[in-house]
Nanobody
Framework: HLVESGGGLVQAGGSLRLSCEAS????????IGWFRQVPGQEREGVSF??????????ADSVKGRFTISRGKLKNTETVYLQMNSLKPEDTAVYYC????????????????????WGQGTQVTVSS
């Protein structure tokens, strides 16, 4: 079970922090991915983290501006996406997703590799 929060309206150059609260599965054995989707476009991967080994990946479009991390929110395992220097083109619905990630696995980057999804949270960046 994944629940996103933290979306909203922000001006260009501003920051937001998204949260993805995870429950109901062995969190340490999973990879968590953040994706985003604009209506009429494909859902694209933004950032990914393997909880087992801490491996992290960022899409080129967000590298240097977004940071993925994990922690606990209200005693629930949570993955955060800190988004700085936001641009209007970052406007989208942001989804977190989870998939099993075991020893020796390659960090998954594509939508089809993730089985569990949250409901999404809207991020709007005004110019």
């Amino acid at each position: 079970h994944l629940v996103e929060s933290g979306g909203g309206l922000v001006q260009a150059g501003g920051s937001l922090r998204l949260s993805c609260e995870a429950s109901g599965f062995a969190f340490d054995d999973y990879a968590i991915g953040w994706f985003r989707q604009v209506p009429g476009q494909e859902r694209e991967g933004v950032s990914f983290m393997g909880n087992l080994d801490g491996r992290i990946y960022y899409a080129d479009s967000v590298k240097g501006r977004f940071t993925i991390s994990r922690g606990k929110l209200k005693n629930t395992e949570t993955v955060y996406l800190q988004m700085n220097s936001l641009k209007p083109e970052d406007t989208a619905v942001y989804y977190c997703a989870a998939t099993y990630y075991g020893v020796g696995y390659s960090l998954p980057f594509t939508r089809g590799q993730y089985e569990h999804w949250g409901q999404g949270t809207q991020v709007t960046v005004s110019s």
